[in-house]
């Protein structure tokens, strides 16, 4: 049995990139984009430079994954607390400081009730973190007594005494606190949607 075989169709024109020639050609080899050596070495600066710039982004890349390689646990999780914190902030946003019930330009933090040194397993648990002016926090140590009656107040007695209470003890894994600081990130993101609609 015989096959005949398809006549090649010639290659559409196409436009010379070079600005200063713009003539119609076919190409001979596909991705051709100019019609002559001589358009070719005229588009050469235009073109070192995309390729520069192709070749910084994907050093750059490479930079960002080796780093990603090196970050140790706590590197890990520094960064998940201050994308947690950052959540705290913009979720208590309107809200006054939680300790002293002030609204100020000052700075704020997110002010844990139970501190991570004494209690680790409650450092991502919202209700443990609210927003805290800098001067409650930092220098009056968190201001624990107003603290405790605005947490009463706000979530009622018995969350506030599941808090103080005893807690199972939690080592969070790499792949854990990775979770936990892409889980917050993308809660603040939509959080910020919110605020700009």
Known sequence: MRVALKEKKAPKPKKCKNPACGISFPPQ???QAVCSPKCALAMAPANSERA????AQRDRREIQVRKEKLKSRADHLREAQAAFNEWVRLRDADRPC???GRHHEGQY???HYRSVGANPELRFEPLNVWKQCAPCNTHLSGN???????LLQGMGAEKVEWLEGPHEPRKYTVEEIKTIKAEYRAKTRELKKGQAA
Request: charged share 20%; net charge positive; with cysteine.
């Open 52 to 55: 520069r710039k192709a070749i």
């Open 109 to 111: 933090h997110a002010g």
């Open 98 to 100: 939680i300790s002293c």
């Open 144 to 150: 624990l007594v107003n603290y405790r009656i605005s």
């Open 29 to 31: 080899r596909l991705g």
